[in-house]
């Protein structure tokens, strides 16, 4: 079992940048890939980026490619999600995830297996 705990989300302004941190722990923290997925008011879950145990591959959702980018340091199981140029169609509750498989990276939220709680980012325009 592990536990995700988001954190450094809020309210920014169009063209800037907020980084995100989620924090792993609990006895069992192994070689998991670790995704961002958001849900903004009234949408459904999405996809966001990924990244692999050693960090050296990553996958980006086509709307945040290159204004994104999402990174880990496993000594601190922390991954981290840099957000630039922030747009109003950003705001959402940004939400980490495990994906314990780590066979390939997933966009489907049914494929991760455990969930943080959750931080909100709002972009005002």
């Known amino acids: 079992q592990v536990q995700l705990a988001e954190s450094g989300g809020g309210l920014v302004q169009a063209g800037g940048s907020l980084r995100l941190s989620c924090t792993a722990s609990?006895?069992?923290?192994?070689?998991?890939?670790m995704g961002w997925f958001r849900q903004a008011p009234g949408k459904e879950l999405e996809f966001v980026a990924a990244i692999s145990w050693s960090g050296a591959n990553t996958h980006y959702a086509d709307s945040v490619k290159g204004r994104f980018t999402i990174s880990r340091d496993n000594a601190k199981k922390t991954v981290y999600l840099q957000m630039k140029s922030l747009e109003p169609d950003d705001t959402a509750v940004y939400y980490c995830?495990?994906?314990?498989?780590?066979?390939?990276?997933?966009?489907?939220?049914?494929?991760?297996?455990?969930w943080g709680q959750g931080t909100q980012v709002t972009v005002s325009s």
């Open positions: 609990g006895p069992t923290y192994r070689s998991y890939i």
């Open positions: 995830a495990a994906d314990i498989t780590g066979s390939g990276f997933k966009v489907e939220s049914y494929e991760y297996d455990y």
